[in-house]
């Protein structure tokens, strides 16, 4: 698997890669078993190897679902990364699989003995968590467009 | 002012804070006046000092306000900072005041001067926009409700 794919890991070595590959650990994941949820503590993070992952939230006890990740490379769980370390959304599997998961701590460890690998990892998370913010603003439009349409008819 | 106490400055070091003073240059702002519009390109990020500056977005031409800062120290046009480079929201003063204003390119040259400033704004920018996130995926869960209520009746 290309790690470099991940948004996460883009701009880094390939020495750095290989370090990443030293501290991550392959896992199953089966189908409707969840990774985590929503509002735990972070652990870990997860890179998607095979199989199909689904990212949702929960509305009084209903699913709303945000994304489902397909592709090899994928990772999520990345809020683990950030204060107050808690998952923002709850994954669970919706196809048999695989990936690879990386402890917090451990990445912890690589950030401190690699002042570099941190800072290209905060600033891609960074830019990712923008285009996430970006993308819900535009929702919360297309639902205000619909309030105003219903307002003038 | 204390710089320090914007989110995007905290953790700095003194040395660093004054070097930052160095750069930053005041302007007054006038009730009404643009401060920048949403999707341009990014040149500044600012500080506020004096007055109060309104955050919106519009939605068929009509405002949508996300948020009024007020406190001296709020800092916004961080997107500045983040590719692609184009202010994610408008700006425009609300009541007459000042900013300290920040040149992007100033900014950028601190930073490869400094690995550990960067470093450190970039930890804060994915801080503060997971936070924006969490809050903007909460807005739209409340609309998610109201129609689940509308349903329901």
């Known amino acids: 698997m290309q790690l470099s794919s991940c948004y996460l890991f883009q701009g880094l070595s390939e020495y750095q ?3 990443l590959i030293n501290i991550g650990s392959e896992a199953p994941i089966q189908k409707d078993q969840w990774l985590y949820r929503e509002g735990e503590d972070t652990q870990q993070i997860f890179v998607l190897q095979e199989g199909a992952v689904e990212l949702l939230t929960t509305v009084d006890a209903i699913e709303l679902p945000i994304t489902i990740l397909r592709s090899t490379g994928d990772c999520f769980g990345t809020s683990a990364l950030v204060e107050p370390y808690t998952y923002s959304l ?7 699989g695989s990936v690879l998961a990386f402890k917090r701590v451990d ?3 690589l950030k401190k003995q690699d002042h570099e690998f941190g800072c290209i990892i905060q600033a891609n998370l960074a830019k ?6 970006k993308e819900t603003r535009q929702e919360l439009k297309i639902h205000f467009k619909t309030i105003f349409k219903s307002m003038h008819h």
């Open 17 to 19: 890669i290989n370090q």
């Open 90 to 96: 709850s994954a669970r599997a919706v196809e048999d």
């Open 128 to 133: 990712h968590f923008l285009e996430r913010l």
């Open 107 to 109: 990445l912890e460890l």
